[in-house]
C-alpha cells in the first residue's frame, strides 16, 4: 500500500540552526501539507500546497519557515533559524484531492519527523 | 468559523468496556466533512473515517460505529468490547473553509487497561 514516508524520523538541533525536513509524499497526489504537533497537544495545520504554491498557511507559519518541492517526488519543510518553541513532532500528508466533493480529501500522514531544539 | 472540540482529554476504560467519544463541531458550510484519525502511542496519523454532511446514517465498521447528528453538531465515535490495542489518542477533524486544511480537535486519550 503506497505511504507517505518522512525523513529524519529524529532531528535534534541547536537553536538559530537551519533544520529541512523531507517527506515523499504517494505519488498520484497533487495537494501536500504539514501539520505539527507539540508534545501532548494537538495537530495544527502549518500549509498546504499545490500546482508549486502555498495554497493556506497558518499563523504559525512566518518567515521563518518554507515549502519546497524541488522535483517530482520530494516536499521539504525548511526552518530556517530554529527557536526552542519549534520542538514537535512536524508531519507531512498528501492527499488525492482537495475534499470539495463527496468521498474525496482523505489526508495521508507521515509517520512525523520529530524536532528538538536544544 | 470552523471549530472541533472533543471535551473529554482522557478515558480509562476496562477491556471489553463500551466506550464513546464526543465530538463536536461548528461550520459555517452548508456540506461539510467530518473525519476520524487515530494516533497510537508509536505516533503515526491512522485515518479512521469520513462522512459527509449528507449523509446521517449511523455508520458501522467492526466494533467501530460512528453516530453523526447534524441537528446537535455531533459526530460521536463508539468502540465495542474496547480491547488494549485500542489504546491511543483519538482526534475527529473538519476541513476549513476553501477546502485547503483540516481541523483538529484537542484529541482524546482512550487509554484500555487490561
Known amino acids: 500500500e503506497p505511504e507517505v514516508t518522512q525523513t529524519p524520523s529524529h532531528q535534534v538541533t541547536q537553536m538559530g540552526q537551519e533544520v529541512i525536513l523531507r517527506c515523499v509524499p504517494i505519488s498520484n497526489h497533487l495537494y501536500f501539507y504539514w501539520y505539527r504537533q507539540i508534545l501532548g497537544q494537538k495537530v495544527e495545520f502549518l500549509v498546504s500546497?499545490?500546482?508549486?504554491?502555498?495554497?493556506?498557511k497558518s499563523e504559525i507559519f512566518d518567515d521563518q519557515f518554507s515549502v519546497e518541492r524541488p522535483d517530482g517526488s520530494n516536499f521539504t519543510l525548511k526552518i530556517r533559524s530554529t527557536k526552542l518553541e519549534d520542538s514537535a513532532m512536524y508531519f507531512c500528508?498528501?492527499?488525492?484531492?482537495?475534499?470539495?466533493?463527496?468521498?474525496?480529501?482523505?489526508?495521508?500522514f507521515g509517520e512525523g519527523s520529530r524536532l528538538t531544539v536544544l | 468559523a470552523q471549530k472541533v472540540t472533543q471535551a473529554q482529554t482522557e478515558i480509562s476504560v476496562v477491556e471489553k468496556e463500551d466506550v464513546t467519544l464526543d465530538c463536536v463541531y461548528e461550520?459555517?458550510?452548508?456540506?461539510?466533512?467530518l473525519f476520524w484519525y487515530k494516533q497510537p502511542p508509536s505516533g503515526e496519523l491512522v485515518f479512521l473515517i469520513r462522512?459527509?454532511?449528507?449523509?446521517?446514517q449511523n455508520e458501522i465498521s467492526g466494533r467501530y460505529s460512528w453516530n453523526f447528528q447534524k441537528s446537535t453538531s455531533s459526530f460521536n465515535f463508539t468502540i465495542t468490547a474496547s480491547q488494549v490495542v485500542d489504546s491511543a489518542v483519538y482526534f475527529c477533524a473538519l476541513p476549513g473553509r476553501g477546502y485547503n486544511k483540516l481541523i483538529f480537535g484537542a484529541g482524546t486519550r482512550l487509554a484500555v487497561h487490561p
Open positions: 461550520t459555517r458550510d452548508t456540506t461539510y466533512y
Open positions: 462522512r459527509n454532511s449528507f449523509d446521517e
Open positions: 500546497f499545490y500546482n508549486n504554491e502555498i495554497s493556506e
Open positions: 500528508a498528501s492527499s488525492r484531492d482537495r475534499g470539495a466533493t463527496p468521498n474525496t480529501g482523505e489526508l495521508f
